[in-house]
């Protein structure tokens, strides 16, 4: 079925071109076929009836902006009636009573939930093999990782088993996982998206974000989900953007390359078709600038610090009294708690939960946690300072392309391998990775391009425009 982005495909059902229930009906069947690639933790197989609803309301002229679009959703964010699992053996049959803002913006405009995808247990990792059920694999080699940790919305984009997601954002699983499966993932400002119904994992960190197939659709579906929420209380009422009115208005950006991001480590593809870009940009009259943020080395330290906190006093609800996974054979109150999350949290969630701990302790608070809150600060006035004289930020989203299941067996490996994207968490700030290519084994290479706070219609403009223009694209 050709349609190039959601809005065309609506206007094609409307005209009678596409019939919207032969699509999700064809999208069921891609998901059956790619089992193998373990994108999905639950299927809606009600998604046809739905699509029979909302086909007619396309027809009668009354549908809403998303009616059409079939949409998958990362299994942190809740939605009633469909199971909720974190990809953890402790929430494993947990269906909850409420759905998440962002998800209920997304039905409010017609719409259709394919299913909940896979993902690294409650969003931590790197690579999608911290799922309790199981790794999510690269659909351009699966024996490599999809990314972390929305791999499963990142496959289920990449894979054409929908077409779009809505994954999550602590400290680069939108970006990451969108740069090893070649498509576009946006992680929006801190606040822009309510995080009411998100499963926390980084309360201070935590955002939700659009993975999808063009830059038109990510900006459709950010216009839908951003804004106040009243149950967020962190949300933000600053002006919400329609974005995809604004999309082409072509604007020559002021460009910065933060010299951090380009040195040793960096994979020579990738740092070539970032340079290639950056050639291209400067010969359509944009003005480029290299300068430095000169914090970028504690990054990964102060992210794994403060997520880690923020995490242990999270995940302190999974208590095995509330809800989900309580242990059978406990004789106190101490072992039923004990007991519960030992049976049932994995190793990485574990490993998080005891470090949050750490550095939160008495004795350590002052060494660790607080000393990690300044840094923080330090690294978000280098991105202050450098955008009083720049409009974007270019950097590579990874430091190489998609590594193999099993590579990264020792976790700090794997912590290292988000030292590009952890950093706009750390800020707050906007954040896209764009596919711009791949390299010479065939994986598909993504750039980052970062904002100032609230400043995502840059961001898309700039992709938009690339997606565009940039020749030999992908
Ligand atoms: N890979 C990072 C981590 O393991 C980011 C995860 C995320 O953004 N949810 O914490």
Redesign the pocket.
């Known amino acids: 079925m050709n349609y190039s982005n959601i809005r065309d495909k609506q206007e094609k059902i409307r005209r009678g071109e596409i019939s919207l229930v032969e699509n999700v009906h064809a999208f069921l069947e891609r998901i059956s076929e790619n089992f193998d690639l373990n994108a999905f933790n639950f299927v809606n197989e009600n998604a046809v009836k739905d699509a029979e609803l909302i086909e007619a309301k396309i027809k009668e002229g009354d549908a809403g902006k998303l009616a059409g679009a079939v949409i998958s959703v990362k299994d942190v964010l809740s939605l009633k009636e469909m199971p909720l699992t974190c990809s953890s053996n402790i929430l494993k049959n947990f269906i909850p009573v409420y759905t998440a803002t962002a998800v209920q913006k997304l039905l409010d405009e017609d719409a259709i939930i394919i299913g909940k995808t896979n993902c690294d247990e409650f969003?931590?990792?790197?690579s999608n093999e911290n799922s309790a059920f199981g790794a999510v694999k690269n659909p351009y080699d699966k024996e490599r990782a999809p990314g972390?940790?929305s791999g499963g919305s990142a496959v289920s984009v990449a894979a054409n088993l929908c077409d779009a997601s809505i994954g999550?954002?602590?400290?680069?699983?939108i970006r990451q996982p969108a740069a090893f499966t070649g498509v576009w993932g946006l992680k929006p400002t801190y606040g822009r998206v309510s995080r009411y119904g998100l499963t926390a994992?980084a309360s201070s960190f935590d955002t939700v974000g659009p993975l999808t197939k063009n830059v038109s659709d990510a900006a459709l579906i950010l216009e839908v989900i951003s804004g106040k929420d009243p149950k967020d209380s962190t949300s933000s009422d600053n002006e919400k953007p329609q974005y995809s009115q604004l999309l082409e208005e072509e604007r020559k950006f002021k460009i910065g390359i933060p010299k951090e991001y380009f040195g040793e480590g960096l994979q020579k593809e990738i740092k070539e078709k970032i340079e290639n870009v950056i050639r291209f940009l400067e010969s359509s009259g944009f003005e480029t600038v290299k300068f430095s943020l000169p914090h970028t080395e504690y990054s990964i330290a102060t992210y794994y610090i403060l997520?880690t906190a923020e995490a242990s006093a999270n995940l302190a609800r999974y208590d095995g009294v509330r809800y989900g996974y309580r242990s059978k054979d406990s004789t106190t109150l101490d072992e039923l708690y004990f007991n519960s999350r030992n049976e049932a949290f994995g190793a990485e969630v574990k490993r998080r939960i005891m470090l949050g701990t750490y550095v939160l302790s008495a004795g350590y608070y002052d060494k660790y946690f607080d000393k990690a809150q300044r840094v923080r600060r330090l690294i978000k006035n280098d991105f202050d300072k450098a955008f009083e004289k720049v409009d974007l930020i270019i950097a590579p989203t990874t430091p190489t392309t998609a590594f193999k299941l099993g590579e990264k067996n020792e976790p700090l490996q794997m912590y290292l391998s988000?030292i590009f994207t952890v950093s706009a968490n750390l800020a707050g700030i906007p954040a896209m990775s764009l596919p711009i290519g791949f390299d010479a084994k065939g994986l598909p290479i993504g750039m980052q391009v970062m904002s100032p706070l609230f400043n995502e219609t840059k961001i898309l403009q700039f992709a938009y425009f690339l997606e565009n223009s940039l020749p030999n694209f992908n």
């Open positions: 969003a931590m990792g790197s972390g940790s999550t954002d602590t400290g680069g699983s994992f997520t988000d």
